[in-house]
């Protein structure tokens, strides 16, 4: 198995950092009782989890009482969604974006199958909303806006908090998938109106399989998951201790590292960057580099497909992703890079960097070094890109 990796996918999925490894392990071997149980052995894994359930809060800047833990981001997206229309039998309509991430985008589908009206806001060439078509979109009929904080594909950072408000006043609730925001630039909750948040813990550097939906005090909520009285009741089932307690301590480091986020790391992406544009000719950036997670670029190199320049990529230990999909045999461009209007020429070779504290600026150097002949291969035996560059 190669370890040699110069890994640029964080947006995918993060390493576990070694203080969170080492957090979690007792609770894997010693620390094993039940937090439900009544005696001290179960007692102080309750503890255990109310630390960790503080320590995301503080992240957010939410009180402990409002996170409720969950397997990941998808299950959190879902929970809020279908409390939300639970909870409003009386309004049948969802109002969302071109540019969310499947979690939320395949659940609005079943949503509309099963008689809601579905909205979805268009975003224009740099991938900002369209607000004159949001503000017609949201009225009293809406049980729901659901718009997420972050981009995962092109960094894109949202107006949440003004959004929030503008649901507020039609009397909806409002949700973000904050998944790839959270950890990477300030949150406090406590100074917003947005009713629910949903995180995953394995883009924080914690493991998979955990994640948080932050549910604002007083929001009415209808449970997804029903049985036994974790929780406070709004999420049944035992609880998953060991990834619990990660997700608390990445959540801890989260907040130790968000100034280093924000300038070291902003700095490496946008030094990776500028030498893949100044090295490679019709190479563009897409999305609103006036507006993004400073750990994520994605450059399209026309006239070549994305998943022929990771393949090449990998061959010297660079990990990183394509904008596109294969589904059902065939080669379609990614749905967000769709909505932006991205010509196709330059939609299919999208590649999507991201970045995290791990990485340093000899990787970049290396990615610089290797990424443009890689490229001028490509053209020179594409039909397409033959003589550009």
């Given at each position: ?88 039998p009386g309004r049948r309509k969802v109002v969302t974006s071109k540019v969310e991430h499947p979690a939320v985008l395949g659940l609005c589908k079943v949503l509309q199958e099963r008689g809601y009206h579905i909205d979805y806001i268009p975003v224009n060439a740099k991938g900002k909303l369209c607000f004159d078509a949001l503000e017609k979109m949201v009225d009293d009929e809406t049980a729901i806006v659901s718009v ?242």
């Amino acid at each position: 198995m190669r370890t040699d990796v110069i890994y640029v996918d964080n947006n995918a999925t993060t390493r576990v950092a070694p203080e969170v490894l080492q957090e979690m392990l007792p609770y894997l071997t010693d620390y094993y009782g039940n937090a439900s149980s009544m005696h001290t052995f179960g007692g102080q894994v309750r503890k255990a989890i109310d630390r960790a359930r503080a320590q995301v809060a503080g992240l957010l800047g939410a009180d402990p009482g409002e996170v409720v833990f969950t397997s990941c981001g998808t299950e959190s997206d879902n929970a809020a969604l279908l409390s939300a229309v639970a909870s409003r039998p009386g309004r049948r309509k969802v109002v969302t974006s071109k540019v969310e991430h499947p979690a939320v985008l395949g659940l609005c589908k079943v949503l509309q199958e099963r008689g809601y009206h579905i909205d979805y806001i268009p975003v224009n060439a740099k991938g900002k909303l369209c607000f004159d078509a949001l503000e017609k979109m949201v009225d009293d009929e809406t049980a729901i806006v659901s718009v997420m904080w972050a981009n995962n594909e092109t960094g894109n950072l949202y107006p949440v908090l003004k959004l929030a408000e503008i649901a507020h006043q039609h009397g909806a609730l409002f949700h973000t998938d904050a998944v790839q925001a959270v950890g990477k630039i300030p949150i406090d909750l406590s100074r917003s109106r947005i009713d629910f948040l949903s995180l995953s813990g394995h883009k924080l550097h914690a493991p998979k399989g955990v994640g948080a939906l932050y549910v604002r005090r007083g929001t009415p909520f209808v449970p997804f998951t029903v049985g036994g009285h974790q929780e406070s009741g709004l999420r049944a089932g035992t609880e998953n201790v060991p990834s619990i307690v990660a997700l608390g301590k990445a959540a801890e480091l989260a907040q130790a590292h968000m100034d280093e986020e924000n300038t070291l790391v902003g700095a490496l992406r946008d030094h990776l960057e500028q030498g893949l544009l100044s090295r490679c000719p019709n190479a563009r950036v897409n999305g609103n580099p006036e507006a993004r997670l400073p750990n994520t670029t994605n450059i399209s190199f026309e006239y070549i497909e994305g998943e022929s320049i990771l393949l090449l990529l990998d061959q010297f230990g660079i990990a990183a992703s394509s904008g596109s999909a294969c589904t059902s045999g065939s080669l379609e461009p990614s749905h967000v890079l769709r909505a932006m209007g991205v010509p196709y020429t330059a939609a299919h070779g999208s590649v999507r960097f991201s970045l995290s504290r791990y990485n340093t600026r000899a990787e970049m150097d290396l990615i610089i070094e290797k990424l443009p002949p890689i490229i001028h291969r490509l053209r020179e035996i594409s039909p397409f890109g033959r003589g550009q560059g």
